[in-house]
């Protein structure tokens, strides 16, 4: 399957792992742009939020809907994070709407979090598949 794994870049290090996982499952998988710098930590700290200025410069929104468009699913990665439990930020939340939209495939790898858009997230009708990704087909 092709899929689009989407996250804050906080969680980078679990997208390369799952990202290996999936490929030598045999699946075909994207993640955001230069996700491995954050993942060892080549960019600094101060700028390891994409900033309103790349997002502009770089069309990433666009870009990654683009992406999105050309796979058969994706993969949301939600953990913990600011003190809420399997969180879904700005970014995640946009590209999954993004993927509802295109009729793709929605794979949440935790629960879906208690957070002000827990019933639009509910909604997109995804497959909570707690960790296993044997469970993404």
Same mark, same amino acid.
């Given at each position: 399957m092709?899929i689009a794994i989407?996250?804050s870049?906080a969680?980078?290090k679990? $997208?390369?792992?799952i990202?290996?996982k999936l490929?030598?499952?045999g699946h075909? $998988?994207?993640?955001p742009?230069?996700i491995h710098?954050?993942?060892e930590?080549?960019l600094?700290f101060e700028?390891?939020?994409?900033?309103?200025?790349?997002?502009?410069k770089d069309?990433?929104?666009?870009?990654?809907?683009n992406?999105i468009?050309?796979?058969?699913?994706?993969?949301a990665?939600?953990?913990d994070?600011?003190?809420?439990k399997?969180y879904?930020?700005?970014?995640?939340?946009?590209?999954?709407g993004f993927a509802? $939209?295109?009729n793709?495939?929605?794979?949440l790898?935790?629960n879906?979090?208690?957070?002000l858009?827990?019933?639009?997230?509910l909604?997109?009708g995804v497959?909570v598949?707690?960790?296993?990704?044997?469970?993404i087909?």
């Amino acid at each position: 399957m092709k899929i689009a794994i989407c996250s804050s870049i906080a969680f980078a290090k679990d $997208v390369i792992d799952i990202k290996k996982k999936l490929e030598k499952m045999g699946h075909k $998988v994207i993640a955001p742009h230069n996700i491995h710098l954050y993942a060892e930590r080549t960019l600094a700290f101060e700028t390891r939020r994409e900033s309103t200025e790349n997002k502009i410069k770089d069309d990433l929104i666009r870009d990654y809907f683009n992406l999105i468009n050309n796979q058969e699913a994706i993969l949301a990665i939600n953990k913990d994070k600011h003190g809420i439990k399997n969180y879904i930020g700005g970014n995640t939340f946009l590209e999954m709407g993004f993927a509802h $939209v295109l009729n793709k495939k929605i794979f949440l790898l935790n629960n879906v979090p208690d957070m002000l858009y827990s019933d639009e997230i509910l909604a997109f009708g995804v497959s909570v598949i707690n960790n296993d990704l044997t469970k993404i087909n």
